[in-house]
């Protein structure tokens, strides 16, 4: 059952995803799976556990090869043009996966680096991120010393720092505690304003609710439905439900 | 103990899973015993020259079935005298193990016993290889005889681990004893060394029996009935130990078995150098050359002149034990081990962390030639040491001729392990904290790696006598070869899909 199609994929979307296909051996985690995030966009993709999430995000910041179909960051085809396409993404994986043995602020360094940022410009990033996310008294601790909401925020503060045209974030306030959503949030909603396009993996249903401004919801890798929480009520004819209701019987649907 | 039973199937389940489950694992498998079957049949029925292969090798070193023991056992041993002396417990489990299993209704005991089985039953299983190759090495050997004494060998030193982890761990907050009773025990051996002219049991005593029962199953000498009966002994002894580990780990909590990361370590922050090949030397290979990991090499590779020229004043002083001999039979092995150490290593590390180079730097040029540099340097330091140590023993300073002559190996090998560790996780998820790092079935996929290593070093040990100018060569061809494996490192890991 599909219930909404797929949005016109504009050239100038900075993150556009065309018929994408992937398996692993035999399961196949994305089946033609098409959608695309405009500027100032903060775009929740759902789905149950297993639907292809991670694998889309990990196409999106070219860690997996797409079988087939595309995938392209301001306008950069992430399988022909990784590069240039890497250089607009701030990315978050699913696992606080960093150097264990450099402090926070050396890991901020360190990331800041590898992009090619000039020190006059990251270090004061660093103190800005390390402030917004109560890090600064972690800021000499060792990354494995932290716990996985800490370790999650200086990830964010990792994707965050160099200012990027694209956000893909999976989960990304996991651990969190609720200062550091609210800061989290407050910030994302800044960069939108500016342009920013966010793509966010999460299964916590009121926070995309309350926090996305279109949500895309896939099934067995496949986008099912596509809208604001209001255009999918209509789709389902569920009244004022709420998105956890909607993305059920959506979900239900497709079953 | 059934439970215990139920949990062992678990953990081996857990460990061996993919091989069991697929098709490909089962042909190995197949394939595995066949090649074993085949072997032990050769073994038995063709009679090979007995003073070929290794133990060849090993005579002309001076080392035979009545000495061996006591040397192999010295050297093993350590590993507990090591463990007891640094008094800190750690069981290696995986997260599942440690939050769901013992959140279980499973007792202590229960939970050891099932890991010492299922240690055991892997272990022995991963050692066909290395029986397999045994038998072709020691032409003449006893091939039942030999898989019985290792299976001993591996049973002894897994209970003697636990049984370790477990007076540790009941002794919490006064392990200066336990420190204080295993350095008046060595201390004792060294005397008695000292007083008898060579090299004390007392060292070899808790390996003693499993490694005479292996030494003399690959000897031509030996009599079969004393192989059979001293192995069989050594597993009765080493269940015995597993029980009495059980027993008395009464009361213990799962944390005393892995205490819990404290946070706040804490140290300055660095400068990190500014542009990209900067700061990936830094982080890469300079914070790895300073690190608590390397340190015991940097240490290692100090000390070795030092103790060759102790031990050597202690050879002229009466002691008879020939150590330029156990340098050559070591080295090898620690050179095989790092194999298995940097794989750890990469897979925890380097491959958990590609994301990030992945992501932020999407080309791996910059990355590989450190990344290369870095494990290089591992293998190198065992070199380096072996011939640091050898050359001040003998005053021969074309031995320190080692350390270039294993460059070439040196560098393969860390480029081997580096491709096999890419290509591994990116078969997997890598899960943090596996009980040994490496499931049984990498464990499999490392070994052609680690034996790689073993006979390399052999060579790059032989190289030096038979000709100084390999020490040139060797340097001149490194140049190119670093040259290609970086490129071709960077095409792996930037082709390798790693599933972190």
């Known amino acids: 059952m599909m219930y909404i199609l797929v949005s016109s994929t504009r050239n100038t979307s900075p993150i556009t995803v065309k018929r994408l296909y992937k398996s692993y051996g035999k399961v196949r985690a994305l089946r033609g799976l098409t959608f695309s995030v405009n500027p100032g966009e903060i775009y929740g993709l759902l789905g149950p556990n297993g639907a292809g999430k991670t694998t889309t995000l990990k196409i999106l910041v070219g860690l997996l090869r797409p079988d087939g179909g595309s995938a392209a960051i301001c306008g950069h085809d992430i399988a022909r043009e990784r590069l240039e396409a890497l250089k607009c993404i701030g990315y978050v994986p699913e696992n606080p996966v960093g150097f264990q043995n450099l402090t926070v602020r050396e890991f901020l360094r360190y990331i800041a680096e590898l992009r090619g940022l000039e020190p006059s410009f990251y270090e004061k990033q660093i103190d800005r991120y390390l402030q917004l996310f109560n890090l600064e008294e972690k800021a000499d601790a060792l990354y494995k010393s932290l716990s996985r909401g800490m370790a999650q925020k200086v990830l964010v503060a990792a994707a965050l720092l160099p200012r990027p045209r694209v956000l893909i974030m999976d989960e990304p306030m996991a651990g969190m505690d609720p200062e550091a959503q609210h800061a989290f949030k407050e910030e994302i909603r800044r960069l939108s304003a500016e342009g920013v396009a966010v793509l966010i993996s999460s299964h916590l249903l009121d926070m995309v609710e309350r926090f996305c401004t279109r949500v895309g919801i896939i099934v067995g890798g496949r986008l099912v439905a596509e809208g604001s929480l209001d255009e999918l009520r209509g789709r389902v004819e569920a009244g004022d439900a709420s998105l956890e209701e909607v993305f059920l019987r959506l979900v239900g649907g497709e079953r | ?317 009466g002691l008879e034990v020939n150590f330029p001999v156990i340098v050559y039979m070591v080295a090898p092995l620690a050179a095989a081990e790092t194999v298995m150490l940097v794989v750890q290593a990469s897979l925890g590390g380097e491959m958990a962390q590609l994301w990030i180079y992945r992501v932020y730097l999407g080309d791996m040029t910059l990355l590989s030639p450190y990344l290369l540099a870095k494990y290089t340097m591992y293998f190198e330091e065992v070199y380096a040491a072996s011939a640091a140590f050898l050359a001040a023993y003998t005053l021969d300073p074309l031995l320190l001729g080692i350390a270039a002559t294993g460059l070439p190996a040196a560098l393969l090998l860390a480029y081997a392990s580096l491709r096999l560790t890419a290509w591994l996780s990116s078969r997997r998820r890598i899960v943090r904290e596996t009980p040994k790092g490496l499931y049984v079935v990498d464990n499999m996929v490392v070994l052609p790696v680690y034996l790689a290593a073993f006979l390399a070093s052999e060579v790059v040990f032989t190289l030096p006598l038979a000709l100084p100018a390999a020490s040139v060569a060797s340097v001149v061809l490194a140049v190119p070869l670093f040259a290609w494996a970086e490129r071709s490192l960077a095409g792996a890991l930037y082709r390798c899909e790693v599933r972190c």
């Open chain 2, 1 to 317: 103990m059934s439970k215990a039973a139920v949990i062992a199937k678990l953990l081996v389940k857990e460990q061996a899973g993919p091989l069991l489950r697929s098709r490909a694992g089962k042909i190995l498998i197949l394939v595995m015993l066949f090649v074993a079957a085949f072997n032990v049949w050769i073994a038995v029925a063709v009679e090979k020259p007995a003073e070929t292969g290794l133990r060849g090798f090993l005579h002309r070193l001076g080392v035979y079935a009545w000495n061996a023991p006591v040397i192999l056992g010295t050297l093993l041993s350590l590993a507990y005298y090591m463990y007891l002396l640094r008094g800190r417990v750690g069981v290696l489990m995986s997260d599942a193990e440690y939050e769901l299993l013992l959140a279980q209704p499973v007792t202590i005991g229960e939970y050891l016993v099932a890991k010492m089985l299922a240690d055991n039953l892997l272990f022995a299983a991963s050692m066909i290889f290395v029986y397999v190759f045994l038998l072709d090495v020691f032409p003449g050997a006893k091939p039942f005889l030999l898989a019985l004494s290792m299976v001993a060998l591996v049973a002894s030193f897994i209970s003697l681990y636990y049984f370790s982890t477990i007076l540790l761990a009941r002794t919490r907050g006064k392990v200066v004893y336990i420190r204080l009773a295993c350095a008046s025990y060595l201390a004792l051996a060294t005397l008695h060394s000292i007083l008898s002219h060579g090299l004390s049991a007392l060292y070899a005593a808790p390996l003693y029996l499993p490694l005479w029962a292996t030494a003399y199953s690959i000897s031509i000498s030996g009599d079969r009935a004393a192989v059979a009966g001293v192995a069989t002994i050594s597993i009765l002894l080493a269940a015995a130990l597993a029980l009495v580990s059980a027993r008395i780990s009464r009361g213990l909590y799962p944390e005393d078995l892995r205490p819990p990361r404290i946070g706040g370590e804490v140290k300055a922050s660095q400068l990190i150098p500014h542009g990209r090949r900067n700061a990936i030397r830094h982080v890469v290979l300079w914070r790895a050359a300073k690190g608590r990991g390397n340190r015991v090499f940097l240490v290692a590779l100090l000390a070795a002149p030092l103790i060759g020229r102790l031990l050597y004043l202690a050879h002229s002083l």
